[in-house]
C-alpha cells in the first residue's frame, strides 16, 4: 500500500516518499556493499569552486583527464560548455562536463574525473547515469559522444557498461565511443 489515511494524515509509505524526492531532485540513489550512498550534480559558483579545484585523479591517470583548473578555463572561452560538481551527499567528489559541440552540434562528454580518494564506489558510473539522462532531457537530439585515451582501459570498461560504442574514429589521439538513444 502506498498510503493510507488515519485521522486527517496520510502516512505515506517511505520508500515511496524517497523516490518521489529523488525523481523531483534528479539524484539517484545507489546501494553499494551494503550502504546507500546519494549522487547529485550541481553547479559550480562561489561556494564550491576552490573545492572543484582541489579534486584530482591519481597521480598515473593525470595523463587521461585535463585538471578541473583547465576544464573551467576551457569553458569560459567556450561558453557552450556546461561544468558540474559531483557530489556524493554533500561531498564534492568529483566534476564533469558537456556541451552541444560548436562543429558538430551534438553532446559530447568533454570530461570526467572521480577524486582519487572516492574512486571504485561506484560515483563514477552514477553521476554517468545521471548526466546520461539530463542529456536525453533534450528531445531534439539521439546521440551521445565521449572520447578517451585509447590506453585508458577503465573508461573503455565504464562506457561500454553504460551502452557507448565505438564509433570507428579518433581525434586528437582519442577514441571516440558514442551512445545513441
Known amino acids: 500500500m502506498v498510503g493510507k489515511i488515519t485521522g486527517l494524515f496520510i502516512v505515506m509509505d517511505i520508500k515511496f516518499i524517497q523516490n518521489i524526492y529523488l525523481a523531483l531532485t534528479k539524484q539517484k540513489e545507489h546501494i553499494l556493499n551494503g550502504g546507500t550512498y546519494m549522487i547529485v550534480l550541481r553547479e559550480i559558483d562561489r561556494d564550491n569552486f576552490y573545492d572543484v579545484i582541489k579534486l584530482s585523479v591519481t597521480d598515473d591517470q593525470k595523463e587521461f583527464v585535463a585538471s578541473n583548473l583547465f576544464s573551467l ?4 572561452a567556450f561558453p557552450e560548455c556546461i561544468c ?5 551527499d554533500e561531498d564534492i567528489v568529483g566534476f564533469t562536463m558537456y556541451c552541444i559541440d560548436h562543429e558538430d552540434q551534438e553532446y559530447w562528454i568533454y570530461r570526467l574525473m572521480v577524486d582519487a580518494k572516492y574512486q571504485s564506489k561506484g560515483y563514477g558510473k552514477a553521476a554517468m547515469e545521471l548526466l546520461i539522462d539530463r542529456i536525453k532531457e533534450d528531445l531534439q537530439h539521439r546521440m551521445i559522444y565521449i572520447s578517451f585515451e585509447p590506453t585508458n582501459v577503465g573508461a573503455r570498461h565504464l562506457y561500454e557498461q553504460l551502452g557507448f560504442q565505438a564509433d570507428g574514429r579518433v581525434i586528437d589521439g582519442e577514441v ?3 551512445l545513441e538513444y
Open 84 to 88: 558540474l560538481a559531483i557530489y556524493n
Open 73 to 76: 578555463a576551457q569553458a569560459k
Open 176 to 178: 571516440v565511443y558514442k
